[in-house]
């Protein structure tokens, strides 16, 4: 019994010692990482894509159900062109009404002439012309506002209505582009990066649908941030030293702004 207990005791013992001898675990080391967008090199480098230098996004100021929708997505449309109307009936009896009552108002006045009465009467009799008139105006400019035209010469990117529809002040029924001149514009140049631009600074431009290099310079900064993505965001501006064939509106490009 002593002998088994005893024989127990030492191989404890020679545990013990054996865990004691193992080395120490060496400690993971900590790798830093840097999360800013510039390169090795210091230089800025953000997403892009390329839009129309000139390019609009057309709205009514006024609402009512619509007529005709006069072009679809990829026509070419000069400057002063049709594009969408509104159903008129309405504004035009306004200013029907609005004339009307501009005749009514000036008969009165020639009678108030011919009877010979007073002066304060003959004024107030004009003043009611004049508002008249102004109202004839007023009827004939929403009359004008009921068609959307063309701005300038370009191309329909998308038409968001139909006829029949009903359009709302302010809501989006037309974007249209030049599409002869085209820009870049950054999605997400960051605002730990934005004391590196400056207006006139060089930039590099990578096109991936045409896998070429391009150079150009920035020629705005957005004054105003945005948040994508929970990070905040300037837009820049960056014109191309030359339009090469190929770009399409919203193709996907890199810009890299050159450290200054």
């Known amino acids: 019994m002593r002998k088994n207990l005893l024989i127990v005791l030492i191989l404890t013992a020679i545990a013990l010692t054996a865990c004691g001898a193992q080395a120490a675990p060496e400690a993971v080391p900590t790798v830093s990482l840097d999360t800013t ?54 504004l035009e009896a306004r200013v029907a009404e609005a004339e009307a009552n501009v005749v009514t108002v000036t008969t009165q006045l020639t009678y108030l002439k011919r009877t010979g ?10 003043a009611n012309i ?70 006139g600074q060089a930039a590099t431009v990578y096109i991936e649908a045409l896998n070429q290099e391009f150079t150009g310079k920035v020629t705005d900064i957005a004054r105003v941030s945005e948040t994508v993505g929970g990070d905040v965001v300037f837009k820049v501006t960056i014109e191309l030293d030359d339009q090469p064939d190929g770009l399409r509106w919203g193709m996907s490009a890199e810009v890299k702004i050159e450290e200054k």
């Open 117 to 126: 009465t007073s002066q304060e009467r003959l004024d107030a009799a004009q």
């Open 130 to 199: 004049d508002r008249a008139q102004a109202a004839v105006e007023i009827a004939k400019a929403q009359l004008t506002q009921a068609t959307l035209v063309a701005p300038f010469d370009g191309t329909i990117a998308s038409v968001e209505i139909s006829p029949a529809e009903f359009a709302s002040p302010g809501q989006i029924i037309i974007v249209m582009g030049d599409l002869t001149h085209f820009q870049i514009e950054t999605t997400d140049f960051s605002e730990k990066d934005i004391p590196s631009a400056s207006i």
């Open 37 to 90: 967008s510039q390169s090795s090199s210091g230089n800025a480098t953000a997403s892009a894509i390329v839009v129309p230098v000139t390019k609009v996004e057309l709205s009514f100021p006024l609402s009512g159900a619509v007529k005709t929708v006069e072009v679809t997505a990829g026509d070419s449309v000069t400057a002063g062109q049709p594009l969408v109307t509104l159903d008129t009936s309405i």
